[in-house]
C-alpha cells in the first residue's frame, strides 16, 4: 500500500509543479509584455530583451508550419503527462525534471493556443535566438533526465519474495 501511496504522491507533486511552472512562465510573459519598451532593452553586455513572436520551434525553425508544431508539441506534453501517470518518478530530481518539462510544455502550449506563436522574450549573448521561461524550463528538465540516464547504475538490494525475483534469472 505505501507504494500506492508514494506513487499517487509523486504524480500529484509532479502535475502540481508542473502547474507551477506553467503559471510562472505565463506570469512573466505578462509581466515583459506590460513593462517592456517597445525598442526592448538590454541589460549589461549578455541579456537582451525583446518581444519575439515565434510560430515555429528554436530559432524559428517550421515557422510557415504553426498548425503541425501545435499539433505535434500537444502530443509530446500529453506523452510526457501519461508516462508520469503511469510511472510516477520516484526520486526528488524526477519529480523536478518531468515537472520543468510538463510546465515548460505546456506554457509553450498555451501561447501558440492563444496567439498562434510562441511569446519569446529573452536572449542571452552569446548565443543567436530568443526563448523564454518555458524554454528554460525545458532544458533544464531535459539536461536533469540525461544526466540521470547516464549515472551509474547500481543493482537494487532485492528481498526475498519480491515480485521481481521470479523474473531474475538464477
Same mark, same amino acid.
Given at each position: ?18 502547474? *507551477?511552472?506553467?503559471?510562472?512562465? &505565463?506570469?512573466?510573459? =505578462?509581466?515583459?509584455?506590460?513593462? %517592456?519598451?517597445? #525598442? $526592448? +532593452? ?41 508516462? *508520469?501517470?503511469?510511472?510516477?518518478? &520516484?526520486?526528488?530530481? =524526477?519529480?523536478?525534471?518531468?515537472? %520543468?518539462?510538463? #510546465? $515548460? +510544455? ?65
Amino acid at each position: 500500500m505505501a507504494s500506492r501511496a508514494h506513487a499517487r504522491r509523486a504524480r500529484l507533486v509532479t502535475f502540481g509543479l508542473g502547474l *507551477v511552472v506553467t503559471a510562472v512562465d &505565463q506570469a512573466i510573459k =505578462l509581466i515583459v509584455d506590460a513593462v %517592456l519598451p517597445w #525598442g $526592448g +532593452a538590454t541589460i549589461g553586455p549578455v541579456f537582451t530583451l525583446q518581444r519575439v513572436s515565434n510560430p515555429g520551434v528554436n530559432f524559428g525553425l517550421f515557422s510557415d508550419h504553426p498548425a503541425p508544431i501545435l499539433i505535434i508539441t500537444v502530443a509530446i506534453g500529453v506523452g510526457f503527462a501519461a508516462y *508520469v501517470a503511469a510511472r510516477p518518478p &520516484q526520486r526528488w530530481w =524526477l519529480v523536478a525534471a518531468f515537472a %520543468l518539462l510538463l #510546465g $515548460g +510544455a505546456f506554457g509553450n502550449v498555451i501561447d501558440r493556443l492563444r496567439f498562434g506563436a510562441v511569446f519569446d522574450y529573452l536572449n542571452i549573448a552569446p548565443f543567436v535566438g530568443f526563448l523564454n521561461f518555458a524554454d528554460l524550463a525545458i532544458g533544464a528538465g531535459l539536461i536533469v533526465l540525461v544526466a540521470d540516464s547516464l549515472r551509474e547504475r547500481r543493482p537494487t538490494a532485492r528481498l526475498p519474495g519480491d515480485d521481481d525475483d521470479a523474473a531474475l534469472p538464477g
